[in-house]
């Protein structure tokens, strides 16, 4: 019984993910951690465009948010159209 409550415990465990000012993801700079406890693990980040965003810490990490969306807006150049 107390290796499954140990499992337990460390599975239930939360990693607080911390992040210095000035580390970059991608087009994206961390500011700081936001306040709110609502907002917990979020962090307000300014991308290369000049948009300040909230973007969670998990996302930072895994590489998912590279960009406050700027670059889904950009056209690909690899992309060629026929007439």
Do not use: Y
Not at 5 to 13: A, E, T
Request: with cysteine; proline share 2%; aromatic share 8%.
């Amino acid at each position: 019984m107390e290796i499954l409550n140990l499992f337990w415990s460390i599975r239930m465990s939360r990693v607080a993910l911390v992040f210095e000012p000035n580390q970059q993801f991608g087009r994206l700079t961390v500011i700081s951690k936001h306040t709110l406890k609502s907002k917990a693990g979020k962090w307000w980040c300014i991308c290369k465009c000049g948009s300040k965003v909230l973007i969670d810490g998990a996302a930072l990490k895994s590489g998912n948010n590279k960009s406050c969306g700027c670059l889904n807006n950009r056209p690909n150049k690899n992309v060629t159209t026929s007439e």
